[in-house]
């Protein structure tokens, strides 16, 4: 059974800095392509970055681009977003999932984690 268990939400000032982790089980890991994707508050869930896999080629939405770095270990079995220069529009629920920008919303999916940017 597929498990992603996302971690390192939060609340953090505008310009400041979050990385979030997804630890995986249940399935090849250094197998598979990763994603990120988010859900803010009343709205759609959009991708946000996803890596292949053995983390040699990364996409980012433009909204991240150049603020936003995706990573993995697969050693660890687990895959990384760091986040740097947050704007309140970053609010929202991020979730891992497994798989690429283009087959996300039919893949399996964490149960996310809260990242809030407010002053």
């Known amino acids: 059974e597929v498990q992603l268990v996302e971690s390192g939400g939060g609340l953090v000032q505008p310009g400041g800095s979050l990385r979030l982790s997804c630890a995986a089980s249940?399935?090849?890991?250094?197998?598979?392509?990763m994603t990120w994707v988010r859900q803010a508050p009343g709205k759609e869930s959009r991708w946000v970055a996803t890596v292949d896999e053995n983390g040699g080629s990364t996409a980012y939405a433009d909204s991240v681009k150049g603020r936003f770095t995706i990573s993995r270990d697969n050693a660890k079995n687990t895959m990384y977003l760091q986040m740097n220069s947050l704007k309140p529009e970053d609010t929202a629920v991020y979730f891992c999932?497994?798989?690429?920008?283009?087959?996300?919303?039919?893949?399996?999916w964490g149960q996310g984690t809260q990242v809030t940017v407010s002053s």
């Open positions: 999932v497994k798989g690429s920008q283009y087959t996300y919303p039919r893949d399996s």
């Open positions: 249940g399935f090849t890991f250094s197998s598979s392509t």
